[in-house]
């Protein structure tokens, strides 16, 4: 873990919620996507989406002190739960719902004949040398069932759990997004500049100017 870095600081990008910026249609996936918690999960069962939690912690370990932490495992859960696909799949790998359900009971699985115990009861070392070895399809689990681990790694675990991440407006604060450009449109496109109701960075020596901007532009 490590302590947030915070380059937009007073910035809340749902202070826009009610404002100019979003549609109702965004409003409502936003409104739905905030309602789940780090606990929630309805297509995993509890020791697979135990597992998959831990793995999230590894792969988008989150800043220290926050309050409120991305619901990163829950919120593919939700995706997967909601039969939501991604309009393609690599030809070597199962529906998604498959993948992860197969993946994750392998990963509990190499844990165990390992180092004796279940994924998510790891410490990080132990997680991070059973994730390295699944990136580079060096485990081989019967469990498995065919599917190659490294795959699994590069075409579900790496992507789902980035994009899950990205998609919570917790780290929309972190990066300074103005969320989904609908109907509002970005139009200051070009480098270094912003349009007038998008976050200020903090640069050196311009941190309070920053902050008063930002403070200001929840529309």
Known sequence: MHPRKD???????????????WNPKTRAVLDERL???????RFLDADAFAVLRAVADRIV??????????????????????????GY????LPEQGDAWRRGLAALDAEAK?????????LGGWARDEILRKA???DLADPIWEGMNPGLFFKQRVLPDLVKAYYAHPTAWNEIGWGGPASPRGYVRMDYDRRDPWEAAEAKP??????????LRIGR
């Open 7 to 21: 380059l937009f600081p007073g910035y809340d990008v749902l202070a826009k919620r009610d404002g100019p910026s």
């Open 35 to 41: 309602t789940l918690t780090c606990d929630t999960h």
């Open 135 to 137: 990136e580079a399809g």
């Open 113 to 121: 004949r390992a180092f004796g115990t279940g994924f998510a009861a």
């Open 205 to 214: 020596g311009r941190a309070d100017e920053a902050l008063a901007h930002n």
């Open 61 to 86: 370990p989150q800043p220290t002190g926050r309050d409120l932490p991305i619901p990163v495992a829950a919120l593919v859960d939700d995706k997967l739960a909601s039969g939501e696909g991604d």
């Open 89 to 92: 799949r690599h030809a070597g």
